[in-house]
């Protein structure tokens, strides 16, 4: 599980996400903060999240997306992670911010989740789902923890059919994931739990690709190295433009997705089994 070391990561190349940026035209290839608050823009800005909106950001790392969400939107947000550093230093974040009757940081595994049912307009999981070896379970939890009409907003990898069985273990191996799945999959817990179909989009040109060439410019490209060196040895350290060529080689080949997942909980609950409108009794 990432622990120090991601601390450490995101203190050596100096940014507080740990996930992809998101690189549109207007920005120059090395501006990885605006590509990181980009990201969040293109993927939240849709939904209006408004003050009186109660937000969960599953997965939420040392606090960031939550910390952005609560100065854009003004809105209440639960921030929940399985690593008790990130979320101390998540809660130290929000104090030191003065958003602490706004952000809440707790220690919660996303599978099992200590709410009452119909707590949330929004669940957001940036770069999370994906880790999680039972995400059936997750879908039932997060769709029982929505309101009605309530948003579920993800960041997800996914893997495709038929995909080359070695390619699509060194992503999981980069991603730190234990399975990697396909669309019709999740296509199928989502439907399990009650939610809708899902609304996908691509997005690797912009994460995947935008996030290398940056990791390769001449602002980050030593401080990448240096971390790589330290964590994973001189070997990797050198092997490293290799491994990420590799790694955007399969994203851009189709062998693996990066996508914006949208999936909602209906307005109103679906009558009993048995029972339809206007059924005589
Ligand atoms: C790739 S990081 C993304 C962090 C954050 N969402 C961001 O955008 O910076 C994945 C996060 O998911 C958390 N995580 C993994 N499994 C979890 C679980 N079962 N319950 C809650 N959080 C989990 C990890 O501890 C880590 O902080």
């Known amino acids: 599980m990432e622990t120090a070391y ?4 995101l203190r050596i190349v100096g940014i507080e ?6 690189f549109t035209p207007d920005l120059a290839p090395d501006d990885l903060p605006a590509a990181l ?12 999240i408004k003050p009186d909106h109660v937000v969960l950001d599953v997965g ?7 910390a952005w969400m609560v100065r854009r939107y003004g809105c209440r947000v639960y921030a929940i992670d399985i690593v008790a550093d990130f979320v101390d230093a998540a809660a130290r ?7 602490a009757e706004r952000a809440t940081a707790q ?7 200590a709410f009452p049912a119909a707590t949330f307009d929004f669940i957001v999981g940036l770069e999370v789902i994906y880790h999680f070896p039972d995400k059936q379970r997750f879908f039932t939890e997060a769709a029982r923890v929505l309101k009605p009409g309530g948003t579920l907003v993800l960041s997800e990898y996914l893997t495709v059919p038929g995909a080359p069985r070695l390619g699509t273990q060194f992503v999981q191996m980069i991603l730190e994931s234990d399975k990697l799945e396909t669309e019709a999959t999740y296509r199928s817990y989502l439907a399990a739990a009650n939610l809708s179909a899902p609304r996908l989009t691509d997005v690797f040109e912009q994460t995947v690709v935008g996030t290398n060439r940056a990791f390769r410019s001449s602002r980050y490209r030593s401080r990448v190295k240096a971390y790589s060196a330290v964590y994973f040895g001189l070997l990797f350290a050198a092997a490293m433009p290799a491994v990420y060529w590799l790694w955007e080689q399969l994203f851009k080949r189709g062998h693996a997705r990066h996508v914006f997942m949208y999936s909602q909980k209906a307005a109103t609950p679906a009558p009993p089994p048995g029972l339809s409108s206007g059924a005589a009794g």
Request: proline content about 2%.
């Open 6 to 9: 991601t601390q450490d990561y």
């Open 17 to 22: 996400h740990y996930r992809l940026a998101y």
């Open 37 to 48: 608050e980009r990201y969040l823009e293109v993927l939240l800005d849709p939904l209006e």
């Open 60 to 66: 939420c790392g040392i606090g960031a997306t939550t």
């Open 93 to 99: 974040r929000f104090a030191g911010d003065g958003m």
């Open 107 to 113: 220690k919660m595994d996303a599978l099992d989740l």
